[in-house]
């Protein structure tokens, strides 16, 4: 089992000399997912040797460029590289025709399948579930429609205790009913008690992305709890008033949204390119929420460790 964040880019609006515009890379459970993806992504993929055929998500959140304009690149990209396996991407509804525009005046056309899924900028949304991992969406607060994005394991289940159920003579066929949590009868007519023979499932660890936007009540729901929160602190308080007129959120802000969502760890991206680092924008949040990291590019964050 594996959870794994990728910082390809955590710059603001404008890229800067080390900062590329926004996009990361998830592998969880096997599951390879992109969200975001400003210009500039496909090099961030080859340099940090990522896979790109591996890609089977592509969540973009809103259509500021500097959140999309390395989608077409890197679908031609994919499709150069001889892909035939289809890729989901979930945008807002126009990003379909805006993709089609781009790929068809160029003479491109893709040979893999491009299903395409549109935001809802209303409420919460399930945008994908299989047996390990659910990906939900859900709306922010910016200039323009903006969703923010959940990417969370699944209930996992029970770990068998070998000691115990060698004691207790279950057989190898019966694991998987103890894996579910549910009792084993014997072939004596004995009823085994799963408890009695598993150890409790792991916690299901969730990770959540929210960038663009102002802070506001209405989405920490979707993000509580989370083990990871990545949160958009454009601005530092010195310009508070031009995060409000930006609709983006200062460092404090984010680090209250991080405490009042009771995650456990925050990590603050999206600098404007005003400030030369992050040091004031970490300063400020750990005042409110002591668990805060800088994002930097290429940076890999491990949920499981
Ligand atoms: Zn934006």
Request: net charge positive; proline share 4%.
């Given at each position: 089992m594996s959870f794994k964040i990728t910082i390809l880019g955590c710059g603001g609006a404008l890229p800067s000399r080390n900062k590329n515009p926004s996009s990361q890379y998830i592998e969880c459970n096997n599951r390879h997912i992109l969200i975001d993806c400003g210009e500039g992504t496909q090099m961030q993929i080859r340099k940090l040797g990522i896979h790109f055929q591996k890609i089977t998500h592509i969540l973009i959140?809103?259509?500021?460029?500097?959140?999309?304009?390395?989608?077409?690149?890197?679908?031609?990209t994919m499709n150069l590289?001889?892909?035939?396996?289809?890729?989901?991407?979930?945008?807002p509804s126009n990003l379909l025709s805006l993709l089609n525009d781009i790929l068809s005046f160029g003479g491109h056309q893709l040979n893999f399948p491009l299903n395409f899924v549109a935001l809802d900028f209303k409420e919460e949304r399930i945008l994908f579930e299989d047996k390990l991992i659910l990906i939900k969406?859900?709306?922010?607060?910016?200039?323009?429609?903006?969703?923010?994005?959940?990417i969370e394991e699944?209930?996992?289940?029970?770990?068998?205790?070998?000691?115990?159920?060698?004691?207790?003579?279950?057989?190898?066929k019966d694991y998987p009913k103890l894996k579910r949590g549910e009792n084993v009868i014997l072939e004596n007519g004995e009823i085994?008690?799963?408890?009695?023979?598993?150890?409790?499932?792991?916690?299901?660890?969730?990770y959540a992305y929210c960038s663009d936007t102002y802070p506001s009540a209405k989405y920490i729901n979707s993000i509580r709890n989370a083990d990871l929160l990545y949160h958009e602190a454009t601005f530092t308080e010195e310009h508070a008033g031009r995060a409000k007129s930006t609709l983006?959120?200062?460092?404090?802000?984010?680090?209250?949204?991080?405490?009042?969502?009771?995650?456990?760890?925050?990590?603050?991206?999206?600098?404007?390119?005003?400030?030369?680092?992050?040091?004031?924008?970490?300063?400020?949040a750990k005042k409110i929420f002591d668990n805060t990291s800088v994002a930097e590019d290429g940076m890999v964050i491990d949920l499981t460790l």
């Open positions: 959140s809103h259509l500021h460029g500097d959140h999309w304009f390395g989608l077409p690149g890197l679908l031609s590289l001889g892909r035939n396996t289809g890729v989901t991407v979930y945008g969406s859900f709306p922010l607060k910016h200039r323009i429609p903006t969703c923010g994005f959940r699944k209930k996992k289940e029970y770990t068998i205790n070998t000691e115990e159920t060698k004691k207790q003579a279950i057989q190898l085994i008690d799963f408890k009695s023979c598993v150890f409790d499932p792991k916690k299901p660890l969730a983006h959120s200062t460092a404090q802000q984010a680090a209250e949204i991080a405490q009042k969502a009771n995650v456990k760890n925050l990590i603050i991206g999206h600098f404007s390119s005003r400030y030369e680092n992050g040091e004031e924008h970490l300063r400020e």
